[in-house]
């Protein structure tokens, strides 16, 4: 089941503006994951928040988690067009003792040099 | 180079076919998984797999099988029974540490088409 849902599906900007995603979920969580998905290709982790924290960052990252929400965004500032991926955040799955992962259906963005 | 590896990149079915397709990681990980991506949408589980010679199904299991006979190998083969196989393939491999797993590590993918 899909729990992690993003908004917006899709977003598209101009290199050097921020980029804000959100994700919503539904169940109470241990730790939220971002990840970023080049087209074709693997996906690729860029960080982990847990439950305790309400923000952490690295490097032009910056993810915030509001559990009373059940939300978390994803913020890339000074985005550049090489950002342009499908971002994913993805929820453990209490169903298989937190081993495997929700994710939800992303979402793409397109930074315009 | 530590990793995980998946082949082939691309991989085309006939009709009533099965296939197999491999993961490999280097990585020293319990714990490997098996993904289906259709296309702009998120990532379904297939199987996992948290020790040598055991796994679980996922919510999309059926026409899938895999097997863990080594800790580095999680093959799965998609056999004539899943009636829609085209899609993109994901493998992916996480430890654990206090109980907890954390991040997981992807493969580069298998693109499968049935002609």
């Known amino acids: 089941s899909q729990q992690g849902e993003e908004d917006p599906q899709a977003l598209s900007i101009q290199e050097g503006e921020n980029a804000t995603m959100n994700c919503s979920y539904k169940?109470?969580?241990?730790?939220l994951q971002w990840y970023r998905q080049n087209s074709g290709r693997g996906l690729v982790h860029l960080i982990l928040?847990?439950?305790?924290?309400r923000e952490k960052h690295s490097g032009r990252l910056r993810v915030t988690l509001d559990t009373s929400k059940k939300s978390s965004s994803l913020l890339i500032t000074a985005s550049r067009a090489a950002d342009t991926a499908s971002y994913f955040c993805?929820?453990?799955?209490?169903?298989?003792?937190?081993?495997?992962?929700?994710f939800g259906s992303g979402t793409r963005l397109q930074v315009q040099p | 180079d530590g990793g995980i590896t998946q082949s082939p990149k691309y991989l085309f079915r006939k009709e009533g076919q099965n296939v197999t397709l491999s993961c490999e990681q280097n990585?020293?990980?319990?714990?490997m998984y098996w993904y289906r991506q259709d296309p702009g949408q998120g990532l379904r589980l297939i199987y996992y797999?948290?020790?040598?010679?055991?796994?679980q199904k996922g919510d999309i299991a059926e026409g899938y099988s895999v097997s863990r006979e080594k800790k580095e190998s999680f093959p799965l083969t998609v056999t004539s029974a899943q009636k829609n196989p085209t899609a993109f393939y994901l493998c992916?491999?996480?430890?654990?540490?206090?109980?907890?797993?954390?991040?997981?590590?992807f493969g580069p993918g298998t693109r499968l088409t049935v002609l």
């Open positions: 993805a929820t453990p799955r209490r169903d298989t003792g937190r081993r495997a992962l929700t």
């Open positions: 169940t109470s969580i241990n730790n």
């Open positions: 990585l020293n990980h319990d714990a």
């Open positions: 797999s948290q020790i040598v010679n055991d796994f």
């Open positions: 928040i847990r439950s305790n924290e």
């Open positions: 992916a491999s996480s430890t654990s540490s206090g109980g907890d797993y954390n991040e997981q590590f």
